[in-house]
């Protein structure tokens, strides 16, 4: 029982009123006053802000009973019962406009009274949390970021927030007309929103799936948002929230764009690049390879030679110079033009490779000369060996423009460290030998013998007088010619071979 509830009476007979109120502090209630006017009602309440009042429908003065509550609720929130002897529908019609929490007729009994209170303050106490919460809800739903509203169980829109209004354009008053709520989106989604609400309705809602739709808005254009759809506890009721992802959606379009814009650009700057590195390789192809072979030329041969010259020193191991010069190349030049010698030097430069280790190195140095680098040799049987290989393979004829012409070498062997410990000294000393085995008849292969240091003068003019004359453009215009032996069966005494001081 609410015994601390404060209680106004309204009577305007005085016995009646003292009797009441006798009865009202028995049964443990407060009377904050008993008044018998209309107007003292108005007073009281402003003063003493009492929980319920107990309304006569005949008070003194100017105004009435139910005139007086329909002045309090203006300004007040305060339940009322009427206490009243008159039974007829006129007086009952103009008290049920002012929303009455009771009606007794006189006389009454007292307990029917204080059920009658009770009630009234439980009703009363309700509607207050019902307007509290509805006001919090109300607050929540307005100040929300989202784009919300209310539909009921047939879809019909009865509520919208003002960040709808914003989004879309639309007053309250179009908004809220109890038209479906499907008619704000395109035609195309109508069948994706009943298939949500039917969802919302049977599962409570569209869980964590916020599928996207276009939202018509009032100047004819769409906004793109992702829809959650909630039923509202205890009602038939549904919430509709709505985040707008258009500024987001244009953001990832704008963003692809650009994506596509870079892997362009980037394709065409790694283009550019491999085109760069590609070229870069060319050119330093070209600066240490010979142009018409492709083999080293002698700033690549010499690197790698004084690379041999420290692998072999860490493993204790030989290295054969072999310098190369081709016999009666310039016979070759004049009889069947420059364009054959130099198809002769691009086949010799190819026979030479093929005869190579992975880790040995032909080049050519200039005109008709060769230089092999063989490393990693274990002893001079070995080198014998591979110098009779490399003479081997001039054996066989070279075609040349649809001739066969025979061509032979004459080889100059210096080794490492015997001969020389460096690459001035060792190239001096296999191009001696070179010499030698071109004065003793060549199609030979010579070593390098201290003897040979005698003849320096001799060979000095030798190299002047044949580079003199292999001076000139390595490429020219074939002229007549006929299949020729340079060299062939001008091997002098012995067997080709001149081992010098080994």
């Not at 007979?13 to 006017?37: E, F, K, M, P």
């Not at 362009?264 to 283009?271: C, G, S, T």
């Not at 290989?389 to 004459?410: C, D, H």
Request: glycine fraction near 8%; charged fraction near 25%.
């Amino acid at each position: 029982m609410s015994t601390t509830a404060k209680i106004l009476v309204a009577e305007d007979d005085v016995n009646g009123a003292h009797y009441l109120s006798q009865s009202l502090n028995r049964l443990g209630y407060s009377v904050t006053d008993v008044v018998h006017a209309g107007e003292d009602v108005i007073g009281n309440v402003a003063r003493e802000q009492p929980d319920l009042i107990l309304m006569d429908v005949t008070l003194n003065g100017e105004i009435d009973g139910i005139r007086a509550a329909e002045i309090l609720h203006v300004d007040y929130d305060i339940p009322i019962i009427y206490l009243t002897a008159h039974t007829d529908n006129e007086v009952f019609q103009r008290a049920q406009i002012t929303v009455p929490h009771g009606y007794l007729v006189k006389p009454f009994d007292i307990t029917h009274l204080q059920h009658a209170i009770e009630i009234a303050l439980s009703k009363h106490g309700y509607e207050k949390w019902l307007k509290e919460s509805e006001s919090r809800y109300r607050t929540i739903f307005e100040v929300s970021g989202s784009a919300m509203m209310i539909i009921n169980e047939l879809g019909a829109t009865t509520m919208v927030n003002g960040e709808f209004q914003r989004l879309t354009g639309y007053s309250r008053e179009d908004a809220e007309s109890g038209k479906n709520w499907s008619e704000f989106f395109q035609d195309e989604d109508r069948a994706a929103i009943a298939d949500l609400q039917q969802q919302a309705c049977q599962q409570g809602g569209t869980g964590d799936h916020r599928p996207e739709l276009r939202l018509r808005v009032r100047d004819g254009g769409t906004r793109i948002v992702t829809i959650d759809i909630r039923p509202v506890p205890a009602s038939s009721t549904m919430i509709v929230s709505m985040n707008d992802i258009t500024g987001l959606k244009r953001a990832e379009k704008e963003i692809g764009q650009l994506n596509d814009e870079l892997s362009k650009i980037n394709a065409d700057l790694m283009q550019e690049i491999a085109e760069r590195k590609k070229v870069e390789k060319q050119l330093k192809h070209q600066a240490d390879h010979d142009p018409l072979t492709g083999l080293p030329n002698r700033v690549l041969l010499f690197d790698r030679l004084k690379q041999a010259f420290a692998f072999d020193d860490r493993h204790n191991s030989l290295l054969a110079l072999m310098m190369l010069d081709l016999d009666n190349f310039k016979s070759i030049n004049d009889t069947m033009g420059h364009l054959s010698g130099d198809i002769l030097l691009k086949k010799v430069a190819k026979r030479l490779q093929q005869c190579m280790r992975q880790y040995d190195t032909v080049g050519r140095i200039g005109g008709d000369e060769f230089v092999i680098v063989a490393n990693d040799i274990q002893n001079i049987h070995d080198i014998i060996k591979f110098a009779e290989k490399v003479k081997g393979l001039f054996e066989q004829p070279f075609e040349i423009i649809g001739q066969q012409v025979y061509a032979t070498t004459s080889i100059g062997v210096a080794v490492y460290p015997i001969h020389g410990t460096s690459v001035k000294m060792l190239m001096s000393k296999a191009d001696a030998a070179m010499y030698t085995a071109k004065n003793s008849g060549k199609n030979a292969y010579c070593f390098y013998s201290s003897a040979m240091d005698m003849k320096e003068p001799e060979h000095s003019q030798m190299r002047a007088r044949r580079r003199t004359v292999n001076q000139g453009p390595e490429t020219g215009d074939q002229g007549p010619g006929k299949p020729l032996e340079s060299g062939a069966g001008d091997q002098g005494p012995g067997t080709g071979k001149t081992y010098g001081d080994l």
